[in-house]
């Protein structure tokens, strides 16, 4: 029955509409504002690279893909992705231009367009384009010797119109100027030759300035930004490879020039020069977007570095950090009694690191095991694991290289770990490695006992203080036990081992789920408590969504907080009527994964490294571990109740498809979860 479920594509865009919708919201601080815009063209980027380029490189097979749940064929869902994306690129320099630049002037920064400079800065500006910008230009006249080049991946261009020929006797009356990625996107004009503000140049400007000076002897007639994406998704045929890191090392080249996907133009570059660029960059006219300003508008990103206005930015904060007893400051002396919830951001990342930290150098622990998805080469996660093995531990690192668009730094980070002596696995074959662990193994008293992080978001100490996520602490005999048989199987081989406390991907997690939601409907049909809350980032598994269905029609409540994709349709009468969906986008990227079950008023509460998405049940190593210690769950259920209680930065989800941001009504008090997160566990400075 398609009716009962959502495009992912077209639910995708949904989240990065609501995700550009931050950037209207004047209750944010200008920057942060502008910061959303950015963030909306990178994610934009990236669904063109991975969504779009999937689906076009589908429609190239010879053999004819099934329709999906929701019953659209790739064109279908290519078509409706354009109508969409083209009016949100329009929603998007409509903020732009008429919201944030404006604004952006009233607060002291202007961003110069080339009709605002006075003579003193063309002067200045000429200098820097012959000094710093001109060597390292490397322009292509089109002819018959240099035809229309292989573009770049995300690069910025100029197609030019020239007139005259050059010393040579050539005429070609076209050429192409990439903008070099090696430069900074913008600069800024000093001070004695600026007004009563700061101001600042795009690079792209002061080429098209001087575009002349590139073509000497020839007359530039105009010039016009472009820009091309590309498929960017990595493919490896696993069974043929022998070596995976080379394999990868060798697809990463590849990246830079997979089928292009989308051209983005400026609005004033006339249909001649468009349709020339449509035939040689075989872009069809529904992947054309005409672009009303700067062509790649996270370009204004870099003003982030620059402008330190802190009445412009979201008030810091101090995060909090785990209370240990200040005679031994130990964390195997708090573990050995109780587990430890870390909540990030508002706790610190700073406790993991400190764990690991004291692991390496405690003369008691003999091994430590850890999986590595998105960390980088230069962390303190991995200089403690280097301290470790350089002390004589055994340290085992699980390396996932294709965490994507992580892969290059993953390369360098396993080189980096085998370099000094850590054994170094990159996982299961056809199966990504996504669970957050970290087990360290300790003799105490002549036993070896294990302690374990297990998390919800990855190893990364600056993501962790712009996600939301939770990590555990715990040295509970059962999950330890579990922690050390996944490890042994991934560096091993052999047959997936019983579990006594874990649901562990691709082999129990999704079975769990679904006989957990289904003990929910048994309990609604005996008239016992039932309820289902749960929070992940994407929920996409047709099998599960019908088993919510099922749970909804027996009556049980269901609170579903999903960040981006929701394949599941609410509120349809006989279906889903007493299911309800919200999307919260706030400061923070709500990350965490936390599912509750009511189990006939013995709640039960698991965390998981897996959204509920049938790539992560069935393609990927997850962990989803039980909350057991009573005071922390306590704190966890408290949470998703406070996220159900949002009326600022929730968006309610209807059976259409769309998604209304909720406001306080009448004497509502206002609730902003993140908001009272931060002034319940941290310090404002």
Request: aromatic residues 10%; proline residues 4%.
């Amino acid at each position: 029955m398609s009716s009962a479920y959502f495009n992912r594509e077209l639910s995708l865009l949904e989240f990065n509409k609501r995700v550009l919708y931050q950037a209207y919201n004047r209750a944010l601080p200008l920057m942060e504002r502008l910061r959303f815009l950015c963030i909306f063209s990178t994610n934009l980027d990236e669904f063109f690279e991975v969504r779009v380029g999937g689906l076009v490189e589908r429609l190239e097979l010879p053999t004819k893909t099934p329709l999906g749940p929701d019953g659209l064929t790739e064109i279908q869902t290519l078509e409706q992705i354009s109508e969409r994306a083209h009016l949100l690129v329009e929603e998007q320099y409509k903020i732009l231009n008429t919201e944030i630049v404006p604004s952006l002037r009233e607060a002291g920064i202007r961003v110069l367009r080339r009709n605002e400079w006075t003579p003193e800065q063309i002067q200045y500006l000429k200098n820097y384009f012959m000094s710093e910008v001109l060597p390292v230009l490397s322009p292509i006249g089109l002819d018959p010797a240099h035809p229309f080049p292989r573009i770049l991946n995300k690069s910025l261009n100029f197609i030019v119109k020239l007139d005259g020929k050059d010393a040579f006797g050539r005429s070609s009356g076209r050429a192409i100027v990439q903008v070099p990625r090696s430069l900074s996107h913008i600069i800024e004009l000093p001070i004695e030759l600026t007004t009563q503000c700061r101001e600042f140049v795009f690079i792209s400007s002061i080429i098209h300035f001087f575009m002349a000076e590139i073509f000497v002897g020839m007359t530039v007639i105009d010039s016009f930004q472009f820009r091309l994406t590309r498929n960017s998704d990595i493919f490896l045929d696993e069974e043929e490879t022998e070596d995976l890191l080379r394999a990868v090392q060798g697809e990463l080249a590849y990246r830079q020039y997979g089928d292009e996907v989308r051209l983005e133009i400026s609005d004033t570059c006339p249909d001649e020069l468009v349709d020339f660029l449509l035939q040689r960059c075989e872009i069809k006219e529904r992947d054309l977007y005409k672009i009303n300003g700067p062509v790649n508008l996270n370009r204004y990103s870099d003003l982030f570095e620059l402008i330190k206005n802190k009445e412009l930015f979201f008030q810091p904060f101090v995060q909090a950090m785990p209370k240990l007893s200040k005679r031994t400051n130990s964390y195997f002396e708090v573990l050995q009694k109780q587990d430890i919830l870390l909540h990030h951001p508002f706790d610190s990342f700073q406790g993991v690191v400190d764990f690991l930290r004291e692991a390496a150098a405690d003369p008691h622990v003999l091994a430590i095991k850890q999986t590595l998805y998105r960390t980088g080469s230069n962390s303190p996660i991995v200089d403690a694991l280097v301290a470790a093995a350089k002390a004589g531990k055994e340290v085992t690192a699980i390396v996932e290289l294709r965490a994507r668009f992580d892969e290059e730094q993953n390369v360098a980070l396993a080189e980096r770990l085998q370099r000094f002596g850590i054994h170094v696995i990159y996982g299961v074959v056809g199966f990504k490695t996504h669970a957050k662990m970290l087990l360290i193994a300790r003799r105490e008293e002549g036993k070896l006992h294990y302690y374990v992080h297990l998390g919800t978001g990855n190893y990364h100490p600056k993501t962790s203080k712009l996600y939301t996520d939770y990590g555990l602490m715990t040295s509970d005999k059962d999950i330890g036990d579990d922690v050390y048989r996944i490890f042994l199987q991934l560096s091993s081989m052999g047959k997936a081992s019983k579990m006594e406390a874990l649901l562990y991907a691709p082999f129990t997690l999704h079975r769990g789920i679904v006989r957990r939601i289904r003990s929910e409907k048994e309990h609604a049909e005996h008239g016992k408590p039932s309820r289902i809350i749960a929070k992940m980032n994407a929920l996409y598994d047709e099998e599960l969504v019908n088993e919510l269905y099922a749970a909804s029609k027996a009556g049980v409540q269901i609170d579903l907080i999903v960040r981006g994709v929701c394949q599941l349709r609410p509120g349809i009468p006989g279906l889903s009527e007493n299911i309800r969906v919200r999307s919260i986008i706030g400061r923070f990227l709500e990350h965490h994964r936390v599912f509750y079950f009511e189990n006939n008023g013995n709640p039960e509460l698991l965390c998981s490294s897996a959204d509920w998405m049938t790539r992560n049940m069935f393609h990927r190593v997850e962990t989803c571990f039980p909350i057991k210690h009573k005071k922390i769950r306590d704190r966890m259920i408290e949470d998703l109740n406070l996220y159900l209680s949002d009326n600022t930065h929730a968006w309610i989800l209807d059976a259409e498809g769309n998604y209304q941001l909720l406001a306080p009504k009448g004497d509502e008090i206002e609730i902003d979860a993140q908001g009272i997160l931060l002034d319940r566990w941290t310090s404002r400075h």
